[in-house]
């Protein structure tokens, strides 16, 4: 608000509407399932399966000067975490934007695995990473990357690492129902309801 146009002012007055029309929505979290995965097996994603077990959802958007990361945590039906942010660099690719959000998720993902252990919910499983990504588990398994930026690689070796240990799976989602979508990008209002229900608990 800097330097205020029409447009920023009108943006700011659909922000308003918005949040006075859905003041009375909030995160349901759901007691009726335990909290613990019980399979490493995950199953195929969508947006109707309540899912209770701690999992992470990454997504990152090239468009723009300095590529955009979206990552959600997602613990008893609804988002305990989420965040929507920029790269400190230009990403030459879109491979590269996806390894920086999914490596990004994982470091904050092993912390929460941390505390959630010390609480009582041990994580017996590796915790599942979802990205829209089809290279992202490819370069998890073995390491190898196109890539020779000393930045990249290191990162990439970093979720191999988390792989091979059992801490982490990374899996691969549809990009048209990624929840973490519209954290990243503008999306049409009836997939991003539908994605939004998925991370506040609605369905």
């Not at 690719?93 to 010390?118: K, P």
């Not at 994580?123 to 990205?131: E, G, M, S």
């Not at 990009?175 to 608990?201: E, H, L, M």
């Amino acid at each position: 608000m800097s330097n205020p146009s029409a447009a920023v002012l009108a943006a700011v007055q659909h922000i308003m509407l918005y949040l006075r029309a859905t003041k009375l929505d909030g995160l349901t979290y759901h007691a009726d399932a335990p909290l613990e995965q019980r399979s490493p097996d995950v199953g195929t994603f969508n947006l109707t399966t309540r899912r209770p077990h701690y999992h992470v959802i990454t997504d990152a958007n090239l468009e723009t000067d300095r590529s955009v990361c979206g990552a959600i945590h997602m613990l008893g039906g609804a988002a305990i975490s989420a965040m929507s942010f920029r790269q400190h660099s230009v990403a030459p690719d879109a491979s590269v934007a996806e390894i920086f959000a999914a490596s990004t998720a994982t470091t904050q993902a092993i912390h929460v695995r941390e505390l959630l252990h010390e609480l009582g919910v041990p994580q017996i499983h590796p915790t599942p990473v979802f990205t829209d990504s089809s290279a992202i588990n490819p370069l998890a398994q073995d390491g190898a990357t196109p890539h020779r930026n000393p930045f990249v690689i290191r990162r990439t070796r970093f979720m191999q690492e988390q792989k091979t240990e059992k801490r982490i799976s990374y899996h691969h989602i549809d990009g048209t129902i990624n929840p973490a979508d519209g954290f990243t990008k503008y999306i049409p209002r009836k997939s991003w309801v539908a994605q939004r229900n998925y991370y506040t608990g609605a369905n």
